[in-house]
């Protein structure tokens, strides 16, 4: 389903709704992901949680559900042992923001999508 390649590659359609489960848990201030966790994301740490948390807050927009068009520039790559995905969101003055959510998924067999980061690349 995911390429080993060194390309970037659209996020595919089959892990969009786990994504968008996931970010709609941040939506939510569930940062460490605690409450609704997605099956298949692994949860947060505190200390993840309150970064993420304050680059929302600095962003200056509070998110909103991912809208259709991130998927128009959201990416993921092979880069080793994990795929790394990069995921545009959605705020509620642009339906595609500067922030993006930085998660890994290791090549693992129950491998879990790990949240890195929330920010403005």
Do not use: C
């Amino acid at each position: 389903m995911l390429a080993r390649d060194d390309k970037e590659h659209p996020i595919p359609e089959g892990l969009r709704p786990r994504f968008r489960e996931l970010v709609a848990s941040l939506v939510a201030g569930d940062y460490q992901l605690s409450t609704n966790r997605p099956d298949g994301v692994a949860p947060v740490d505190t200390s993840l949680a309150d970064f993420i948390a304050e680059q929302i807050d600095a962003y200056g927009a509070k998110l909103a559900p991912l809208s259709d068009e991130v998927w128009q520039r959201s990416i993921y790559t092979w880069n080793g042992p994990n795929w790394q995905f990069l995921i545009d969101l959605t705020t509620t003055e642009e339906p595609v923001s500067d922030l993006v959510l930085h998660a890994r998924l290791p090549d693992v067999e129950e491998g879990q999508i790990e949240v890195w980061s929330v920010h403005v690349p």
